[in-house]
């Protein structure tokens, strides 16, 4: 079964920087892949997504802030957070896109000062 491991989740003041890694199969990480996100009360959302590992799409509200990139060498996804606002924290998803496998745990994100 195909699991995906979310980390680097935490707690940030507003405007601080966070990285989070998802370590999915090469089988899949090669193709096409998205960061989501679900805040208390809302539904979960698409904040970025990947294309074979260069083209990339984001969400209006994060764009020029968060930037999503692969390293297929260690079957890893990340997600740069940078200038982080209050309204980011959620909890961080990875998976395909559109999303067709088992979700993992996720990680935290918590914007606060």
């Known amino acids: 079964q195909v699991q995906l491991v979310e980390s680097g989740g935490g707690l940030v003041q507003p405007g601080g920087s966070l990285r989070l890694s998802c370590a999915a199969p090469g089988s899949i990480i090669r193709y096409t892949m998205g960061w989501y996100r679900q805040a208390p009360g809302k539904e979960r959302e698409l904040v970025a997504h990947i294309i074979t590992g260069r083209v990339t799409n984001y969400t209006d509200s994060v764009k020029g802030r968060f930037t999503i990139s692969t390293d297929n060498a260690k079957n890893t996804v990340y997600l740069q957070m940078n200038s982080l606002k209050p309204e980011d924290t959620a909890v961080y998803y990875c998976?395909?896109?559109?999303?067709?496998?088992?979700w993992g745990q996720g990680t935290q994100v918590t914007v606060s000062s």
């Open positions: 998976n395909r896109y559109p999303a067709n496998i088992p």
